[in-house]
């Protein structure tokens, strides 16, 4: 993928400030002092580049974590000495081989997985994770079930390190009885003897200092996007990461009454100036973004009008006059937050970051 002046003609660019990222993993640092953190990079490090964000984490990070095997080799063929964490596991009895071969750390969460690990005959070792189902009931052992397979693995020939593991279901909302109850949980099994302990992601990195273990799993907020409805990334001191910017490639007036884009769903209330901007779902912009989502060009905000298109949206520059096809667009950012752009259209910002499409080039820069 292109990066760098090759690009800076593109009227469409996911711009990555690489110094954000790092910034935003000494924050997760600062908040648990002396615990180690595997940076969570999967999903292409949250459409970031995982190539390119493991490079930049290469001599302060501790670990990475990623969801497949596929995304693990290519982080141990970047970083020959760091922690790779295995977070889904393995699903075949092989690839138990491939694991000990990079050198990963395994999760648990079923009998099968346990099961085809104790049959393996591994060249090396693996560090192991169980585990705990504490109540998202996605993946995992119930209490019941891991302490029998704590038993089972303990002393192994397999198992270089016993771990335990589990991940919040409700961290997001400050104060949730859930988060309470699935920490008790994960509490309740530290009777038995693990080398290492996991819970905290971005939400509980910043606010459950109880929750804070030995390693941390820091993901959406490394990017610089919020976790919480009701806390900002400013708020909470992390700096956003990638800047989706386009160009206005056209601009016209229309009549009162008139319609824009398919099926004419938006209709001008009176007469209008419309822009059309260089951006649309096949991008990654959320195609179901209603009428309203703002926008920015040339640092002022315009709405968005009519349906999202494959390769372009279409903005309401009515109160905008002095704008001019060529200009900027910024459709998240530094200065438009993807975290409000994702509540108008209501979603998250986890997913407009991560669905950035392939065609979208990539420029990186560093501050």
Same mark, same amino acid.
Not at 132 to 161: C, I, K, P, T, Y
Not at 308 to 333: F, I, K, N
Not at 347 to 364: M, Q
């Given at each position: 993928?292109?990066?760098?002046?090759?690009?800076?003609?593109?009227?469409?660019?996911?711009?990555?400030?690489?110094?954000?990222?790092?910034?935003?993993?000494?924050?997760?640092?600062?908040?648990?002092?002396?615990?180690?953190?595997?940076?969570?990079?999967?999903?292409?490090?949250?459409?970031?580049? /995982?190539?390119?964000?493991?490079?930049?984490?290469? +001599?302060?990070?501790?670990?990475?974590?990623?969801?497949?095997?596929?995304?693990? !080799?290519?982080?141990?063929?970047?970083?020959?000495?760091?922690?790779?964490?295995?977070?889904?596991?393995?699903?075949?009895?092989?690839?138990?081989?491939?694991?000990?071969?990079?050198?990963?750390?395994?999760?648990?969460?079923?009998?099968?997985?346990?099961?085809?690990?104790?049959?393996?005959?591994?060249?090396?070792?693996?560090?192991?994770?169980?585990?705990?189902?504490?109540?998202?009931?996605?993946?995992?052992?119930?209490?019941?079930?891991?302490?029998?397979?704590?038993?089972?693995?303990?002393?192994?020939?397999?198992?270089?390190?016993?771990? &335990?593991?589990?991940?919040?279901?409700?961290?997001?909302?400050?104060?949730?009885?859930?988060?309470?109850?699935?920490?008790?949980?994960?509490?309740?099994?530290?009777?038995?003897?693990?080398?290492?302990?996991? &819970?905290?992601?971005?939400? !509980?990195?910043?606010?459950?200092?109880?929750?804070?273990?030995?390693?941390?799993?820091?993901?959406?907020?490394?990017?610089?996007?919020?976790?919480?409805?009701?806390?900002?990334?400013?708020?909470?001191?992390?700096?956003?990461?990638?800047?989706?910017? /386009?160009?206005?490639?056209?601009?016209?007036?229309?009549?009162?009454?008139?319609?824009?884009?398919?099926?004419?769903?938006?209709?001008?209330?009176?007469?209008?100036?419309?822009?059309?901007?260089?951006?649309?779902?096949? +991008?990654?912009?959320?195609?179901?973004?209603?009428?309203? $989502?703002?926008?920015?060009?040339?640092?002022?905000?315009?709405?968005?009008?009519?349906?999202?298109?494959?390769?372009?949206?279409?903005?309401?520059? $009515?109160?905008?006059?002095? !704008?001019?096809?060529?200009?900027?667009?910024?459709?998240?950012?530094?200065?438009?937050?993807?975290?409000?752009?994702?509540?108008?259209?209501?979603?998250?910002?986890?997913?407009?970051?991560?669905?950035?499409?392939?065609?979208?080039?990539?420029?990186?820069?560093?501050?």
């Amino acid at each position: 993928m292109k990066t760098g002046d090759q690009w800076l003609n593109c009227p469409l660019v996911a711009t990555i400030d690489l110094s954000a990222i790092a910034h935003n993993y000494a924050v997760a640092q600062r908040c648990a002092p002396g615990r180690q953190v595997f940076a969570v990079v999967k999903a292409n490090a949250y459409g970031h580049g /995982a190539r390119e964000v493991v490079t930049a984490l290469h +001599d302060v990070a501790d670990g990475f974590a990623v969801a497949s095997l596929e995304e693990a !080799a290519e982080v141990r063929a970047l970083h020959g000495e760091a922690r790779i964490l295995l977070l889904q596991g393995c699903f075949a009895a092989q690839d138990y081989l491939f694991a000990a071969q990079l050198g990963l750390d395994v999760v648990l969460h079923t009998e099968v997985q346990a099961q085809q690990l104790l049959a393996a005959q591994l060249a090396r070792p693996l560090n192991v994770w169980l585990k705990l189902d504490s109540g998202m009931h996605r993946l995992g052992f119930s209490a019941e079930a891991l302490r029998e397979w704590h038993a089972r693995l303990n002393g192994a020939a397999q198992v270089a390190e016993l771990n &335990l593991l589990s991940h919040f279901a409700c961290a997001d909302e400050r104060g949730s009885e859930v988060t309470e109850l699935q920490l008790e949980r994960f509490l309740d099994l530290l009777d038995l003897d693990f080398a290492q302990r996991s &819970l905290a992601n971005s939400a !509980a990195i910043l606010t459950i200092p109880a929750a804070h273990m030995d390693w941390l799993r820091p993901g959406i907020m490394l990017y610089g996007a919020t976790p919480f409805a009701d806390l900002s990334a400013a708020e909470l001191g992390v700096r956003p990461a990638m800047s989706l910017t /386009a160009q206005l490639i056209a601009c016209r007036d229309i009549a009162s009454g008139e319609g824009v884009g398919y099926g004419g769903t938006w209709r001008a209330e009176r007469a209008s100036r419309i822009g059309t901007v260089s951006c649309g779902y096949a +991008d990654g912009y959320p195609r179901h973004a209603p009428s309203g $989502t703002p926008v920015l060009i040339n640092g002022q905000r315009v709405p968005l009008v009519g349906r999202v298109s494959m390769d372009m949206l279409t903005v309401d520059l $009515t109160d905008m006059p002095s !704008a001019r096809e060529g200009d900027a667009v910024e459709l998240w950012g530094a200065q438009l937050p993807v975290d409000e752009v994702a509540q108008a259209a209501g979603t998250i910002g986890y997913e407009l970051l991560s669905k950035v499409t392939a065609r979208v080039p990539r420029r990186y820069r560093h501050g």
